[in-house]
């Protein structure tokens, strides 16, 4: 008897270092830096000198502006598009549809040595009131986080957030791994 409770409690711990690994999702090969970088440039802009530190690199980048922006997270290379798109949704199984609704373009790159994905379950998206909204993208399965799948180092692919218009304002892309964090602001208008 006592045999077996030993056992039974070596797989109970056995299990739950596994769990908290796979639910950290980091590996031993990344780093916990959030790298935010502007994608395109401008004429007014001049060469400064480099700084290395994280907090310098939050301070240079605003983002409250996160459309164009790089952002380094997880190891998944992320840029968001220049401006949103608007599209209807057509499911006659959703609350939203015939609605418009808000399209924002990511391209997503693997830049770890091993394959990646981005996890729906990192992202949040925030309404122009301030309070999560959903994230519709299970229904459109070309472009969707949901049916981004795994990517091989150095693989890219196009994906998009969708989600409901609740209002001009500010909304908030929110990507957290319980390790990294990074929020981003997109000022959208109808």
Same mark, same amino acid.
């Given at each position: 008897?006592?045999?077996?409770?030993?056992?039974?409690?070596?797989?109970?711990?056995?299990?739950?270092?596994?769990?908290?690994?796979?639910?950290?999702?980091?590996?031993?090969?990344?780093?916990?830096?959030?790298?935010?970088?502007?994608?395109?440039?401008?004429?007014?802009?001049?060469?400064?000198?480099?700084?290395?530190?994280? +907090?310098?690199?939050?301070?240079?980048? &605003? /983002?409250?502006?996160? %459309? !164009?922006?790089?952002?380094?997270? *997880?190891?998944?290379?992320?840029?968001?598009?220049?401006?949103?798109?608007?599209?209807?949704?057509?499911?006659?199984?959703?609350?939203?549809?015939?609605?418009?609704?808000?399209?924002?373009?990511?391209?997503?790159?693997?830049?770890?040595?091993?394959?990646?994905?981005?996890?729906?379950?990192?992202?949040?998206?925030?309404?122009?009131?301030?309070?999560?909204?959903? +994230?519709?993208?299970?229904?459109?399965? &070309? /472009?969707?986080?949901? %049916? !981004?799948?795994?990517?091989?180092? *150095?693989?890219?692919?196009?994906?998009?957030?969708?989600?409901?218009?609740?209002?001009?304002?500010?909304?908030?892309?929110?990507?957290?791994?319980?390790?990294?964090?990074?929020?981003?602001?997109?000022?959208?208008?109808?």
């Amino acid at each position: 008897m006592k045999k077996t409770i030993s056992v039974l409690c070596s797989f109970a711990l056995v299990g739950a270092f596994a769990f908290a690994s796979i639910a950290s999702g980091s590996s031993d090969d990344s780093d916990s830096s959030v790298e935010v970088k502007r994608t395109e440039s401008t004429a007014e802009e001049t060469e400064a000198p480099e700084e290395t530190t994280e +907090e310098a690199t939050e301070e240079a980048i &605003d /983002t409250s502006n996160g %459309y !164009g922006l790089t952002v380094t997270f *997880d190891n998944l290379e992320i840029t968001f598009g220049d401006s949103v798109n608007w599209t209807t949704l057509s499911n006659q199984f959703s609350d939203y549809d015939g609605e418009e609704i808000i399209e924002l373009p990511i391209h997503v790159k693997n830049v770890g040595e091993e394959n990646n994905m981005l996890n729906v379950f990192y992202v949040k998206v925030f309404g122009s009131s301030g309070t999560e909204v959903d +994230e519709l993208g299970t229904y459109f399965e &070309d /472009t969707g986080i949901f %049916y !981004g799948g795994e990517l091989r180092p *150095d693989a890219e692919q196009d994906l998009a957030l969708y989600f409901p218009y609740d209002g001009d304002g500010t909304y908030y892309v929110n990507l957290d791994n319980w390790s990294e964090e990074v929020e981003l602001g997109f000022e959208i208008t109808k």
